[in-house]
């Protein structure tokens, strides 16, 4: 089993940056791909990017390509979403979640464990 607890999101300005953190509970956090999703009022959930367990292959939508980074830090047990040049349209519940032994699906049912999501909200 395995938990995660995302960082609080928040309100920022356009063309501001917010960085997410998620934090994982166990001690085979190395063996999880983790990805972040969103999901905007009114809209399905949706893939935003993925971290293979070792970090050394990740995946974006192409909607934040080039502008949010996924990281991880596997002794912290924690994965991070740094998102920068923020868009209204970015606005959305975002959620981290671990796929056991995954390769950045960008399918949401791949993921086994999801976080509670955190709020974004960007202002034009």
């Known amino acids: 089993q395995v938990q995660l607890v995302e960082s609080a999101g928040g309100l920022v300005q356009a063309g501001g940056s917010l960085r997410l953190s998620c934090a994982a509970s166990?001690?085979?956090?190395?063996?999880?791909?983790m990805g972040w999703f969103r999901q905007a009022p009114g809209k399905e959930r949706e893939f935003v990017a993925a971290?293979?367990?070792?970090?050394?292959?990740?995946s974006y939508a192409d909607s934040v390509k080039d502008r949010f980074t996924i990281s991880r830090d596997n002794a912290k047990n924690t994965v991070y979403l740094q998102m920068n040049s923020l868009k209204p349209e970015d606005t959305a519940v975002y959620y981290c979640?671990?796929?056991?032994?995954?390769?950045?699906?960008?399918?949401?049912?791949?993921?086994?464990?999801w976080g509670q999501g955190t709020p974004v909200t960007v202002s034009s």
């Open positions: 979640a671990a796929e056991y032994l995954g390769s950045c699906s960008y399918r949401h049912t791949a993921y086994d464990y």
């Open positions: 166990g001690r085979t956090f190395s063996m999880y791909a």
């Open positions: 971290i293979n367990g070792s970090g050394g292959m990740r």
